[in-house]
């Protein structure tokens, strides 16, 4: 953290980036807690928390259809067109209750616009830090970055519940908004070059291309980002971490309902809370165990898994919300290392369709795995499913510990691209 510190200090475009990130990840911290405490708070029920679970994770699904036009469009402009949207449609929810419709529809209504909003941030992020950062420094800066989007915002999540225990959910989306227009303005102060040179006029790029040119050469793009992963070991990766998605979304999905079982909404956040510690501190070792090899990484999943469970019959909410907390630490972890990975083997110019296209091929469970979660707890009961979720960690853990390949791949800081049968030469679609 000393190294991610001074890049910060260093760095005034990096600063205000991992600034507005926060701003906007609390900000979505904030109405995810307070969307889905309301529709319990309403119905009662985890299929529909469930369901609007889903919805709010669709951009895990959709950001392949995002990744081009990250490539190709101003990336500052998306970033504050993005924080607008979001500021003012959660106001939209306050303003219901107000005037005495607020109804579980509403939130139906609202969830859908908010995803959209989000879509562009996962593929963007992995597409703008190598045009504000070193490349000998992205391990850092994934660090830095990680503490802040997996880990920071967990404050966020437990203030939420805590929030909302005192003052109501609609009450909290007034202070949603004022996050997103703090990162909006943050955002609109970056300057942004190219990889391998940073444009220190700001000025915008008049030879950027048309939203026509950009969807003309849509169909192009996704297959280059298809085609660089095909045949390699990342394949692999990615059905691991479909796999520990799905289970994520099944926990996402019933955790109000496993909250309120402990103690209500002020639990419910403090759950929420810990799962952001976990990866907080998992970001934070990131650059620690650069060195480590990866498959070992990998292997640590277990123990995450081991935690979960343990969470779940340990006799004491204080106790469940520590070991829950634990078990998202290799998971913070391993996504810092996954990230410089991408960063430091894949061409920078492909960078965005290739995060969109590996996030959407694993992202996918997490909104099928809260449709599915909402199901299973109406049917086992939400204990049950929650420990049941554990297995998609564990999953990780035995497929590494079978497959020799996986098991010895070397650190991320070491690896190069035959180590994960990654062509160096890929054919390039025209633009």
């Not at 890049?7 to 906007?24: H, K, M, P, S, W």
């Not at 081009?68 to 924080?83: A, E, F, N, T």
């Not at 909003?117 to 703008?128: F, I, K, W």
């Not at 800066?141 to 989007?149: G, I, R």
Request: aromatic fraction near 8%.
């Amino acid at each position: 953290m000393i190294a991610a510190g001074r890049l910060l200090r260093e760095n005034r475009d990096f600063r205000r980036f991992v600034a507005g990130q926060f701003a906007t990840n609390a900000g979505d911290s904030l109405y995810t807690v307070a969307v889905l405490w309301l529709a319990f708070e309403l119905t009662g029920s985890t299929l529909v928390t469930g369901a609007l679970n889903a919805i709010l994770l669709l951009p895990w699904l959709l950001q392949v259809f995002a990744g081009p036009l990250v490539d190709r469009l101003p990336l500052r402009s998306v970033l504050v067109g993005s924080q607008v949207v979001q500021g003012v449609v959660v106001l939209v929810l306050p303003l219901a209750a107000v005037t005495g419709r607020l109804r579980v529809g509403l939130l139906f209504v609202v969830a859908p616009v908010l995803m959209l909003a989000t879509l562009v941030m996962g593929p963007m992020e992995t597409a703008l830090l190598p045009r504000i950062v070193d490349e000998d420094r992205l391990s850092e800066a994934n660090s830095a970055l990680a503490t802040v989007t997996l880990g920071l915002d967990m404050v966020f999540d437990a203030i939420g519940g805590g929030f909302i225990a005192v003052f109501g959910a609609t009450t909290l989306f007034l202070v949603d908004s004022l996050t997103f227009a703090v990162a909006a303005v943050l955002f609109a102060g970056l300057t942004i070059g190219t990889p391998a040179n940073s444009n220190e006029s700001g000025e915008a790029d008049e030879s950027a291309p048309s939203v026509e040119s950009v969807l003309r050469s849509y169909g192009s793009d996704l297959r280059a980002g298809v085609e660089v992963l095909r045949g390699t070991l990342f394949v692999e990766l990615i059905l691991l971490t479909a796999v520990a998605n799905f289970a994520t979304g099944i926990a996402l999905a019933i955790l109000p309902a496993f909250g309120d079982g402990l103690g209500g909404p002020a639990i419910y956040g403090l759950l929420l809370g810990a799962l952001g510690i976990g990866r907080l501190v998992g970001s934070i070792l990131g650059p620690y165990v650069a060195g480590v090899p990866y498959g070992t990484v990998l292997l640590s999943h277990g123990l995450g898994a081991g935690c979960w469970v343990a969470a779940v019959v340990a006799p004491s909410p204080a106790l469940t919300v520590a070991l829950f907390g634990l078990a998202w630490v290799p998971i913070g972890a391993s996504g810092v290392l996954t990230a410089t990975l991408n960063q430091r083997l894949f061409p920078a110019d492909l960078l965005g369709r290739i995060s969109a296209t590996k996030g959407t091929a694993s992202g996918a469970t997490l909104p099928l795995g809260s449709l599915v979660g909402g199901f299973v707890a109406e049917a086992l009961g939400t204990t049950t499913t929650m420990a049941l979720a554990a297995g998609g960690f564990g999953f990780t853990a035995v497929y590494v510990l079978l497959r020799p390949r996986l098991r010895r791949l070397p650190a991320a800081e070491a690896a190069t691209p035959d180590d994960f049968d990654l062509r160096t030469e890929t054919e390039r679609p025209e633009p």
